[in-house]
């Protein structure tokens, strides 16, 4: 948990302005008005006033990648700056509430904090307010915020939030046993805004993918008209010799898709040199068996002309058996 430090919270510990401004420039860092975050731990002078509040129990600092989770990590600090100034009823939703309940989006959607009340909808430049009324079961207190329970929060982001966003949060929920189709279901109402859209993310949301980069691989899938691609299978050579296990192969073309993220290298064992090698081993294998491999970095999800190679070669080897 982020520690955001208020104007007030400095002014007890009689912080001088002097080193107030050398903070800023150091380890603290103005969220909005009035509120402050302590980026990291600091051996200077300024940082002795606010030492004890950066190592309490449970305080993390932010970390920044210099990518895309980036957005992600922003988004989390704004939902900090706001947890102790909402209305006694409201309750994060959405995106903030996957944030707290520890879900992992490949893409947040969205830079706003999301809070849903009983009372109007209305969007600041760092703030959606959604009009709804959240009943007390499907409220979670237990995570140091009043957020949405994990299956109503999982309903909300697949009515109003792409399924880019949605369907990696749910398959990821899904996969760690922590919700399932059933218990988002329940969420949805006959004739909601968004209900289709809702019921298609359950639909391609599924257990089975191994990374949220696979999930949402599935996604632009179908966004570019690529079928048949069944995940995680095991592929064998015509010998009947083990190949490997594949992230999707299609159901009758011999096309194979790997979505390659940072742990696919550096969670191995034997460190990423290794884990290079026994990936080229494998592509070499699967080539010689008589597929059609594409390795798929993060950045391949974006662009589109990868998936066009992809249905094209699907469609060529469907058309030359």
Known sequence: MFRIVTRSDLAELDMPRADLAAALKCCLRRVRRGKYIIMADCTHSHFELIRALAH??????????????????????????????????????????????????????????????????????????????????????????????????????????????????????????????????????????????????LTLSNAAYESNAEAFCAVKFRRHGVTGMTPQVNTYSPTGNFIGRNDFRHETAQVIVEVHGVGKYYMHPNGPNAAARENHQRNMNLVNAGFKVFNLTFGDLFRPNIFAQIKWAIDSAINDS
């Open 56 to 201: 309490e129990p449970g305080i993390t600092f932010p970390q920044f990648h210099g990518d895309i989770r980036d957005e992600v990590e922003e988004l989390r600090i704004r939902i900090a700056s706001r947890r102790d100034s909402v209305l006694p009823n409201d309750v994060f939703s959405h995106i903030s509430a996957a944030l707290i309940h520890g879900l992992d989006p490949v893409v947040a959607g969205t830079k706003k904090v999301e809070v849903s009340r009983s009372a109007y909808s209305r969007s600041y430049p760092d703030l959606t307010l959604y009009d709804r009324t959240i009943a007390g079961k499907d409220v979670d207190r237990s995570l140091n915020y009043p957020v949405t329970s994990l299956p109503r929060t999982l309903a909300d982001i697949a009515h109003d939030h792409s399924l880019e966003v949605s369907v990696p949060l749910i398959s990821e929920a899904m996969r760690e046993g922590r919700a399932t189709r059933e218990m988002i279901k329940l969420h949805f109402a006959a004739g909601s805004r968004g209900l289709k859209r809702a019921q298609l993310a």
